[in-house]
């Protein structure tokens, strides 16, 4: 029988094998960075707090600040358990109860920044994988890779 394990707001947690990792953010708006180290059954969940409020009232640094830290520590966690960085992929970049209208600037800026964190550290992302899921939260099967919505 697989472990589940629930990632909540500002975590990043690796497994590897039988486990299944579960967003459990309720009431707050993030990113769900999801990646996987397919050849070594690995993978990670981890938060990017989502900022609103206009250009005026945020910072990029915080933007980036927030970004690189989630992606730091999930690359951290996972190569701990073995992983190799040449074999990690971003498979999904959720945004979870993110209130945005569409086209939303802020909401696109925050996409480009985490993307552009994904880039400098080499990590190979799969094509359309950012996803509004809005209230579902994202859950990865670390041993089949499969990626599932709940409620």
Known sequence: MKRSVNVHK????????EIILKSDVRDTSCFC??????????????????????????KDPLLNKEARQAIDKMLSNMTLLGAQPKDIEVEM??????????????????VRCICDVLKERHIKCREHIVQD?????????????????ED
């Open 33 to 58: 960075i999801i990646a996987r180290d397919a050849a070594h059954k690995i993978g990670a969940l981890a938060h990017a707090l989502f900022i609103h409020g206009g250009a005026k009232e945020k």
């Open 93 to 110: 970049i959720a945004s979870e109860n993110v209130r945005h209208d569409d086209p939303d600037q802020d909401f696109e800026e925050e």
């Open 10 to 17: 500002g975590e990043a947690t690796a497994g590897c094998g």
């Open 133 to 149: 899921i809005g209230a579902h939260h994202a859950a990865l099967d670390v041993e089949t890779g499969k990626i599932f919505l």
